[in-house]
């Protein structure tokens, strides 16, 4: 699961980048953290989005999991990024 996790996060990162897409630099999180989480939550969390972020925060796949709500809001700013991946 580990090693899915890492190469869906690199796809994920490589995407981004090859469409040029620029981030904030004061966030917490990257986009592909975000998108990587949420998709981590649809494949083995039945879509829970809070044991999601508990199980990647608890294994230091990202160190600075943001909070339940403030992770839903990036989730939702990021959606139609998410479509156009």
Known sequence: MLNEIVTI????????????HDQDIRCEMSDAEIITTAIIAAMYFSGNHSKAC??????NLIPRMLEKSRFNRRLHHVSMLINDL
């Not at 508990?54 to 294994?59: E, F, L, T």
């Open 54 to 59: 508990s199980y990647m925060k608890d294994h």
């Open 9 to 20: 996060y690199s796809v994920i990162d490589d995407l981004l980048k090859a469409i040029g």
